[in-house]
């Protein structure tokens, strides 16, 4: 049977956690980086792939 979540732990809020996704991923930090702070897309799919991927 194939579990649901399998992979967060017990009693996490689903929403939160899309919703934090929802603000690393969406176009308004890609901007603030890129045009704001100078970063080009390679660093910021570095370190968003790196963020997303870290174990907490």
Same mark, same amino acid.
């Not at 194939?2 to 939160?16: K, S």
């Given at each position: 049977?194939? =579990? =649901? *979540? %399998?992979?967060?732990? /017990?009693?996490?809020?689903? /929403?939160?956690? /899309?919703? +934090?996704?929802?603000?690393? @991923?969406?176009?308004? $930090? ?6 704001? =702070?100078?970063? *080009? %897309?390679?660093?910021?799919? *570095?370190?968003? %792939?790196? @963020? $997303? %991927?870290?174990? +907490?």
């Amino acid at each position: 049977m194939h =579990r =649901r *979540n %399998a992979a967060l732990p /017990a009693g996490i809020d689903t /929403a939160y956690l /899309a919703e +934090s996704c929802w603000v690393l @991923t969406g176009p308004h $930090l890609f901007t603030q980086l890129t045009t704001g =702070r100078g970063w *080009n %897309a390679d660093t910021h799919e *570095n370190g968003l %792939a790196g @963020t $997303l %991927a870290a174990p +907490s």
